[in-house]
């Protein structure tokens, strides 16, 4: 279950206060009623706050909730070509959450997606979803990411029917018009043109995913920020008692030899 505007459920006093004791004691009972029924039933909470609020409701209320900062942070690392943001982003997501608690994304229904966000620059796309597969935590894929969709606000258009293929005017959603013309994306943006090229972004999340599924410390391992010494690289170390995976990533658009990861 995604619980959207999990923090204004019940909204007290004269100022309409969010995140407040009794919308976390609605959420306790929620949970323990859908344990009843189902006791592996995830509870994913959209808590559009700062890390420090977000992550106080897992895992006593809400198995996980979205973080916010994560997306926003890979996006100014990619637009600076810096490490940095991405670099506290995760350190507030380390330091918040239960490990792998938090439900990383880059973009959703209500924000510009990530394609637009990132100037329909392929590179950083690849790489943005490198990041979030790589990343801990719960990754979450807005439908579409995977082709590269584009679409900025108002909210109709970054909720624009799914591209399956290249015609006209459904796209393969629907065979007669769609409630909403298609969404803004070069051609090319759709499965059935991007499915059998291994090049594609789609085959970049598909390698992706597999490379996750198949790596434990990617999927459930506890995370060590590293030094690298680089403005340019981030690296961390995804461990469990049984191995261990190094993550590196170069956040500018060059090349970068200067570094050492301690």
């Not at 009623?33 to 995830?42: E, F, I, K, L």
């Not at 801990?136 to 909720?159: C, N, Q, S, V």
């Not at 030094?227 to 191995?243: K, Q, Y």
């Amino acid at each position: 279950f995604r619980i959207d505007a999990a923090k204004h459920l019940i909204e007290t006093g004269p100022k309409a206060l969010t995140n407040t004791p009794e919308t976390r004691a609605w959420l306790v009972a929620f949970r323990d009623s859908v344990r009843a029924t189902r006791a592996d039933a995830p509870l994913v909470g959209e808590v559009w706050e700062v890390a420090p609020i977000a992550g106080r409701y897992v895992p006593d209320a809400l198995d996980l909730t979205f973080d916010f900062g994560f997306g926003t942070g890979v996006r100014l690392a990619l637009e600076n070509g810096r490490a940095g943001p991405l670099r506290t982003a995760l350190s507030d997501s380390l330091r918040w959450w239960p490990a792998n608690r938090n439900a990383t994304f880059l973009s959703n229904h209500d924000q510009d997606r990530v394609m637009s966000q990132l100037r329909g620059d392929p590179a950083s796309a690849r790489l943005a979803a490198f990041l979030l597969l790589a990343a801990p935590g719960t990754p979450f894929l807005y439908y579409g990411e995977e082709l590269g969709l584009e679409g900025r606000k108002p909210d109709e258009r970054i909720r624009t029917p799914f591209p399956w293929d290249e015609r006209r005017p459904g796209a393969g959603f629907t065979t007669g018009t769609p409630w909403e013309p298609l969404g803004e994306a070069p051609p090319g943006t759709s499965v059935a043109a991007q499915t059998d090229d291994p090049a594609s972004l789609l085959s970049v999340y598909r390698t992706l995913i597999r490379a996750r599924h198949a790596d434990g410390p990617l999927r459930v391992g506890t995370t060590t920020l590293l030094e690298t010494g680089s403005e340019a690289i981030a690296a961390w170390l995804r461990t469990t008692p049984e191995g261990a995976t190094l993550v590196v990533a170069n956040l500018s658009p060059a090349p970068v030899t200067d570094y050492a990861i301690d």
